[in-house]
């Protein structure tokens, strides 16, 4: 029963910025990687970025040098810092997470893997 809630979705004007949240929650919880998907009218889900818990993180080319995702493990929260924005970033922008609840307790142990429910980002010229 881990829950992703997104946040921080919006309209923009092109050049602008948004910043992304998507928190955690769950019994006894414990995320290993969290990542950020998006996808837009008429196209197939991408990959936008990833983030592993020791701080190693990888991007889609596109986003490269615009986007970074960051964070919080004490809040189990990831982050996606969206700056230069463009028309072609307009999606719905999805969490996803891995991880375990009941990480200490070897007969409740279960792994997980969650979405979140989307955020739609508009990026108007």
């Known amino acids: 029963q881990v829950q992703l809630v997104e946040s921080g979705g919006g309209l923009v004007q092109a050049g602008g910025s948004l910043r992304l949240s998507c928190v955690a929650s769950?019994?006894?919880?414990?995320?290993?990687?969290m990542e950020w998907y998006r996808q837009a009218p008429g196209r197939q889900r991408e990959l936008v970025a990833v983030?592993?818990?020791?701080?190693?993180?990888n991007y889609a080319d596109s986003v490269k040098g615009r986007f970074t995702i960051s964070r919080d493990n004490a809040k189990n929260t990831v982050y996606l810092q969206m700056n230069s924005l463009k028309p072609e970033d307009t999606a719905v922008y999805y969490c996803?997470?891995?991880?375990?609840?009941?990480?200490?307790?070897?007969?409740?142990?279960?792994?997980?893997?969650?979405w979140g429910q989307g955020t739609l980002v508009t990026v108007s010229s």
């Open positions: 996803y997470a891995t991880g375990a609840t009941n990480y200490d307790d070897p007969l409740r142990y279960r792994s997980f893997e969650v």
């Open positions: 769950g019994i006894r919880l414990r995320v290993n990687t």
């Open positions: 983030s592993i818990t020791g701080g190693n993180t």
